[in-house]
């Protein structure tokens, strides 16, 4: 049974491009969370979709954004990119909409912005 | 607001010696508590959380956690450490109600087992 499938593994991108992430959860979960993860932190949470509905956001500039497919799979976005936004994001597959369900975590997307 | 620390950056221990790793958390009401472990380039691992019932939580890997809720502790301990299960460490934790969809992490301790 496959995990949470995260693409690309790795990618570099040039300041004011734009980059799309793409993420696949368990198969059966309809949740999906994206978190970043910047070198010598812990994750932040950018997005939360559950049922193709965005029911969280974190505090993150409109540059980030994010959508789910009828098939659960999920992409994140982010535009004008900044050095800054250098960081690993995750992807985590939930079978509910809340925490209590638990997260399974992909081995996630390492962005790097020159 | 939720916040979690993790107030050591790094812990050594030697092979075959218990291990701890601490966490403290804040929460308004009751919490949902995780603890998740990381290997280098590699996204994060579950280990084991607590949600209700017994405030002794066994997870993977012979890994287990103790909620204390008048401490707000929730630190992470194994009998016998091994080599391989140096790495890092996360502790998470969210608000325990249907709508919470969010996991509030701490910074990380980096353990390293030595031979």
């Known amino acids: 049974d496959a995990g949470v499938t995260q693409s690309p593994t790795h990618l570099i991108k040039t300041r004011g491009q734009h980059v799309t992430l793409r993420c696949s959860p368990i198969?059966?979960?309809?949740?999906v969370s994206w978190y970043q993860q910047v070198l010598g932190q812990g994750p932040q949470f950018i997005f939360q979709y559950y049922e193709k509905e965005e029911r969280g956001r974190g505090n993150f500039p409109d540059r980030f954004s994010a959508r789910q497919f009828p098939n659960y799979s999920s992409e994140l976005n982010v535009n004008a990119l900044l050095l800054g936004d250098s960081a690993l994001y995750l992807c985590a597959s939930s079978a509910g909409p809340s925490t209590g369900y638990g997260y399974t975590f992909g081995s996630g997307t390492r962005l790097t912005v020159v | 607001a939720q916040s979690v620390a993790q107030p050591e950056d790094q812990v050594n221990v030697a092979e075959g010696n218990p291990l701890t790793v601490k966490c403290t958390y804040s929460?308004?009401?009751?919490?949902?508590l995780f603890w998740y472990v990381q290997y280098p380039n590699r996204g994060l691992q579950f280990l084991l959380k607590?949600?209700?019932?017994?405030?002794l939580v066994k997870g993977s890997y012979g890994f287990e956690a103790e909620f204390n809720k008048s401490q707000t502790s929730f630190h992470l301990k194994k009998p016998s450490a091994l080599v391989s299960d140096s790495a890092l460490y996360f502790c998470a934790v969210s608000r325990a109600e249907t709508g919470a969809n969010n996991l509030f992490f701490g910074t990380g301790t980096r353990l390293t087992v030595i031979p």
């Open positions: 198969s059966g979960h309809k949740s």
């Open positions: 607590y949600i209700t019932g017994d405030n």
């Open positions: 929460v308004s009401g009751n919490p949902y």
